[in-house]
């Protein structure tokens, strides 16, 4: 077994893995390689990490996961991945803190080498140079890893989509391209969707499989893109965000009419429903507090009267992976008057922790959550029908006990990492099959 100094926030620490070597880079950009200090032009670091003992068969296929994006939504099937294939991680500073810096090696297993980005200052303007770079990076790390798929998450920024599409033309190896949103969110603060819808659209042509979360999303993806093979572009679910729970506190525990209304707080999420629903709740359950966790316009409209009920708490800033986890535990249900949607990442996160969700029945959450069985689905943009559901699943509790041992089952089989990555895997067999046919 060797000894590897592991570098962490510019400290070093002592790490022991079997057959294993590191190489990390820090936050202040200085690469760290086994006592050799250097700089790195592309790259913040990279942690490589060897164990070739893992039963993978000789022919696993290579894989280069990048997830400049998404992260979060990643971490668990790329670790599924790793036991049935030879995975490498690209990803940036900023999408690690969100797993946290300091713990993200407890998600991402150790035989998974990872290339770690560097990420501009939060509120700074992204130039064409920036991309520039970091396609370099990309390529540099196809030509030394040689994978059997390259595997991106799709960027919503026009130069990195861009970047993406030049650079990529004489790319050897199946293009996966995972699209989460066919288009942007109803309030989402990216550029007009007008100027961009030619981009996006002739890169996700270019991509030899494209996957995505919700049969409601293949749909409108073959309204989007002329003449497409619909065997072109797969679903494959929006699994459960297992890794939250390692962030439970250990003193967490579910409580009583406990609400939970957590995320991004723009439009589409529904924040005016929560708003004019509450009232309802409020006066009908005299015991029920609510929290309202995230940041967002939306709630900065009615933030004030938020505020000002002693019978709700507002956190309003990003929270961390041990607060949501309590957050979720210690709920009764989760809140979600969503008025669109694709999927949802705090569905993945409610289902993790076994939770009941009270959700419109918009976009892709149907298709996962079943009415009455596994959630109460109710329609968007209707605050009397939140709040009679709310009540309803705080007054009955036994059927609430009933839908988080559906919820569990659910997230154990159809929606775990475990059953989709492999389903993610036999995309990588069929690109590769197509790409050999060709």
């Not at 992260?71 to 668990?76: H, I, R």
């Not at 819808?197 to 996957?211: G, H, N, P, S």
């Not at 409108?220 to 497409?228: A, D």
Request: glycine share 6%.
């Amino acid at each position: 077994m060797l000894q590897a100094a592991e570098v962490l926030n510019g400290k070093a620490q002592e790490s022991k893995y079997a057959h294993g070597m590191v190489s990390i880079g820090t936050q202040d950009n200085t690469r760290y390689n086994l006592g050799r200090i250097s700089k790195e032009s592309d790259c913040v670091g990279r942690q490589v990490l060897v164990n070739s003992s893992l039963g993978r068969a000789s022919n696993s296929p290579r894989i280069l996961y990048c997830a400049q994006v998404h992260l979060p939504f990643s971490a668990d099937i790329v670790r599924c991945l790793s036991e049935i294939s030879v995975v490498k991680l690209r990803t940036t500073e900023r999408q690690l803190t969100y797993l946290d810096w300091d713990s993200w090696r407890k998600i991402i297993p150790i035989q998974v080498e990872v290339d770690i980005e560097r990420d501009l200052p939060d509120n700074v303007e992204l130039s064409w140079s920036f991309y520039i770079r970091q396609l370099k990076s990309l390529k540099k790390s196809i030509r030394e890893f040689q994978p059997d798929v390259l595997h991106l998450q799709e960027s919503f920024v026009a130069k990195q989509v861009v970047t993406w599409l030049m650079g990529l033309k004489s790319l050897k190896c199946p293009l996966v391209l995972t699209v989460h949103d066919p288009t942007p969110h109803l309030g989402e603060g990216v550029q007009p969707w007008g100027k961009r819808k030619l981009i996006q659209t002739a890169f996700r042509k270019r991509a030899d499989r494209i996957v995505t979360t919700a049969q409601a999303n293949k749909v409108r993806l073959q309204q989007m893109i002329p003449h497409i093979d619909q065997d072109r572009i797969a679903v494959v679910l929006h699994h459960v965000l297992d890794y939250y729970k390692l962030y439970t506190p250990p003193d967490a525990r579910q409580q009583d009419a406990n609400l939970l209304f957590f995320g991004r707080m723009i439009e589409y999420k529904g924040v005016d429903a929560l708003a004019a629903a509450w009232p309802i709740i409020r006066q009908r359950n005299s015991n029920t507090i609510l929290t309202i966790a995230g940041t967002g316009p939306a709630l900065n409209e009615h933030i004030g009267s938020f505020q000002n009920d002693d019978r709700i708490r507002v956190i309003n800033q990003r929270t961390s992976n041990e607060e949501a986890a309590r957050l979720f535990t210690e709920s009764t249900a989760v809140l979600l008057p969503y008025k669109g949607a694709t999927q949802s990442g705090v569905i993945g996160t409610a289902l993790a922790f076994n939770r009941a969700c009270v959700a419109s029945n918009v976009g892709g959450i149907g298709e996962i959550l079943e009415d009455g069985v596994t959630a109460t689905l109710i329609p968007p943009n209707d605050p009397d029908a939140l709040a009679k559901a709310t009540l309803d699943i705080l007054a009955n509790p036994e059927h609430r006990k009933k839908i988080e041992r559906n919820v569990e089952s659910l997230a154990n089989d159809r929606l775990s990492p475990t059953k989709l990555s492999k389903e993610l895997a036999k995309q990588y067999e069929a690109a590769i099959e197509s790409r050999r046919r060709a």
